[in-house]
């Protein structure tokens, strides 16, 4: 048996040592430490609920959640509910927020293709842009919807089993908000929706990236002439902040003329 054991207290039956239970025993303390940190990670992971926010997680574990310790020496560099602290719930969040839409919309356009391609190939390169450029967002939040918008941005659109109402319910207001401001009105996209959404804005330029990017490898004319001549009005609008990524495009189309 290794010299430092991992011991798993139960945030809701606080002192009561009943319900503690073993993690495990480790040779060496910096591998307790590791245990401990995964069993928290765990049990954040475990309490996640659809919709919920980094401080209500942070409450969750604290009234519910998992709490390691290590026994087996004296002033042990670790402490669960220092461990556990707002940026490390954010990043639970986002992670959840970011597989939950990406699961969401693969199905949904299961039975769909981008060219020669499943349609989750265009997904990928949307969210591919989406994480380049998201620094350019105001805060984690504006990011995360951002994320899950990149992912879900055609299912209104383009999947019949897919509603707004049915991503408010799953996602949350602010992502079914954002992702029909992206939802074309008549074959035409959205500018009234995407000039009162910044973050919608932000993703349709993704969007339109990954669009003239694949155009370089699979050459459709027609597609071409819709992205040029779109691209000038979406210039026109793009905010300040993003006017990098309306000049990417703009080289892109030059270079798929070319």
């Known amino acids: 048996m290794g010299k430092y054991i991992v011991k798993v207290d139960d945030n809701f039956h606080y002192m009561d ?34 919709g919920i926010d980094s401080g209500k997680l942070m409450t969750q574990w604290m009234m519910f959640g998992e709490d390691p310790f290590v026994t087996g020496a ?12 707002e940026p ?49 967002l105001s805060g984690q939040t504006e990011m995360d919807i951002a994320v899950a ?54 993703v349709k330029l993704c969007d339109r990236l990954a669009n003239v990017y694949f155009s370089r490898i699979d050459f459709k004319e027609k597609a071409y002439n819709k992205y040029v001549h779109q691209f000038e009005e979406i210039f026109k609008n793009c905010p300040e902040e993003f006017k990098q990524m309306a000049e990417e495009i703009k080289s892109l189309l030059g270079e798929v003329a070319a």
């Open 17 to 50: 040592e009943s319900e503690r239970y073993d993690g495990g025993s480790y040779s060496t303390l910096e591998e307790a430490i590791r245990r401990c940190e995964e069993i928290a990670i765990r049990s954040l992971e475990d309490l996640y609920e659809k």
């Open 88 to 136: 490390l719930c954010q990043k639970i969040v986002s992670k959840k927020i970011d597989i939950g839409a990406m699961l969401f919309a693969v199905s949904a356009h299961r039975d769909q293709k981008y060219g020669e391609y499943p349609y989750a190939v265009h997904l990928g390169f949307v969210n591919h842009y989406v994480n380049r450029y998201k620094h350019l």
């Open 149 to 202: 918008s990149g992912w879900l941005h055609d299912t209104i659109e383009d999947c019949p089993d897919v509603s707004y109402e049915k991503l408010k319910e799953d996602f949350g207001e602010q992502i079914a908000d954002t992702v029909q401001a992206l939802t074309n009105v008549g074959g035409e996209y959205n500018l009234a929706g995407l000039k009162n959404n910044k973050v919608a804005f932000f």
């Open 74 to 85: 004296e002033n042990v560099p670790f402490s669960a509910r220092d461990y556990i602290d």
